[in-house]
T-cell receptor, first 115, second 114 residues
Framework: DAGVIQSPRHEVTEMGQEVTLRCKPI?????LFWYRQTMMRGLELLIY????????DSGMPEDRFSAKMPNASFSTLKIQPSEPRDSAVYFC?????????????FGPGTRLTVL | GENVEQHPSTLSVQEGDSAVIKCTYS??????FPWYKQELGKGPQLIID?????GEKKDQRIAVTLNKTAKHFSLHITETQPEDSAVYFC?????????????FGAGTILRVKS
């Protein structure tokens, strides 16, 4: 398997523009997580899905952020309108349910810069 | 909710020496504690984990210890090598009951000097 795939790897945009980040989880994994990483706040969980259904979006910073998972192999994180403080590395991760706990596999991340 | 504190924030060691990173957690219901390694430009990768029914786990040069009473756990790397240089994150979760949500520590930058 190719692992978790994220696109784009880098995104530079201007304040006020819409940004869409994309993620393809590992085939067969039924959990998908979106994280944001900054120097100041570290790794923050934004939202996660189980079987394509959003379970907990309490980490989404504000209404400008939205996430969807239309099918088991694709998810998007959208920021509209973007602001400079949204600049960060955004990671997508997936894991497989079992009776116990499971490793979260992280993608390579998308580095977002909002000017 | 869970809160995980990690120390130190940076650690420099000489090649061949040992490195120890410590974490404390607040929620006594947490029962799964993974450690992730993040290399420059990459996503975090699991290197070792421990469950609450175990006090210690070892995998070659890496070991993790857990003290449930004190609510702290530690990562030990022996015979460090330059390729161990990275950012290390500890995390905690209550498992499926908590939706497998991981709460991460702030990270430790480990530098191994050759």
């Amino acid at each position: 398997d190719a692992g978790v795939i994220q696109s784009p790897r880098h995104e530079v945009t201007e304040m006020g523009q819409e940004v869409t980040l994309r993620c393809k989880p590992i085939s067969g994994h039924d959990y998908l997580f979106w994280y944001r990483q900054t120097m100041m706040r570290g790794l923050e969980l934004l939202i996660y899905f189980n079987n394509n259904v959003p379970i907990d979006d309490s980490g989404m910073p504000e209404d400008r952020f939205s996430a969807k998972m239309p099918n088991a192999s694709f998810s998007t994180l959208k920021i509209q309108p973007s602001e400079p403080r949204d600049s960060a590395v955004y990671f997508c991760a997936s894991s497989l349910t079992s009776a116990s706990y499971n490793e979260q596999f992280f993608g390579p991340g998308t580095r977002l810069t909002v000017l | 909710g869970e809160n995980v504190e990690q120390h130190p924030s940076t650690l420099s060691v000489q090649e061949g020496d040992s490195a120890v990173i410590k974490c404390t957690y607040s929620d006594s219901a947490s029962n799964y504690f993974p450690w992730y390694k993040q290399e420059l430009g990459k996503g975090p990768q699991l290197i070792i984990d421990i469950r609450s029914n175990v006090g210690e786990k070892k995998d070659q040069r890496i070991a993790v210890t857990l003290n449930k009473t004190a609510k702290h756990f530690s990562l030990h790397i022996t015979e460090t090598q330059p390729e161990d240089s990275a950012v290390y994150f500890c995390a905690a979760t209550g498992g499926l009951e908590y939706g497998n949500k991981l709460v991460f520590g702030a990270g430790t930058i480990l530098r191994v000097k050759s």
